[in-house]
Nanobody, 126 residues
Framework: QLQVAESGGALVQPGGSLRLSCAASGFSSDSYGIGWFRQVPGKGREGVGCINGRGSNQLYTNSVKGRFTISKDNAKDVFYLQMNNLEADDTAIYYC???????????????????WGQGTQVTVSS
């Protein structure tokens, strides 16, 4: 059974760093792209970035470019979202999701992702 599960959410001060993990199981991670999304209660879901199944191509939304980095550990089938220079506006529940269309190229389009994790809370506050 295909599953993805996030972990690593925490309370962090503005300007700090945090790394989220997304563990993939039940499928060949090379065949799926992984996307990171976030949502603030009462607001719509926002795409953060994505990485293709090969781990060779990433895309980011403009608000996180230069601060966030998505990577993949092929040996462990784990994907990471490294977040640096965090801002209060980054506070949200973060989700990872798997897309069967993202083997070679990924897109930050949530309807292309058909398996979602439960989410992990990131709070940026002093």
């Amino acid at each position: 059974q295909l599953q993805v599960a996030e972990s690593g959410g925490a309370l962090v001060q503005p300007g700090g760093s945090l790394r989220l993990s997304c563990a993939a199981s039940g499928f060949s991670s090379d065949s799926y792209g992984i996307g990171w999304f976030r949502q603030v209660p009462g607001k719509g879901r926002e795409g953060v970035g994505c990485i293709n199944g090969r781990g060779s191509n990433q895309l980011y939304t403009n608000s996180v470019k230069g601060r966030f980095t998505i990577s993949k550990d092929n040996a462990k089938d784990v994907f990471y979202l490294q977040m640096n220079n965090l801002e209060a506006d980054d506070t949200a529940i973060y989700y990872c999701a798997a897309s069967p269309f993202g083997s070679k190229w990924c897109r930050i389009v949530d309807h292309e992702y058909d398996h979602w994790g439960q989410g992990t809370q990131v709070t940026v506050s002093s």
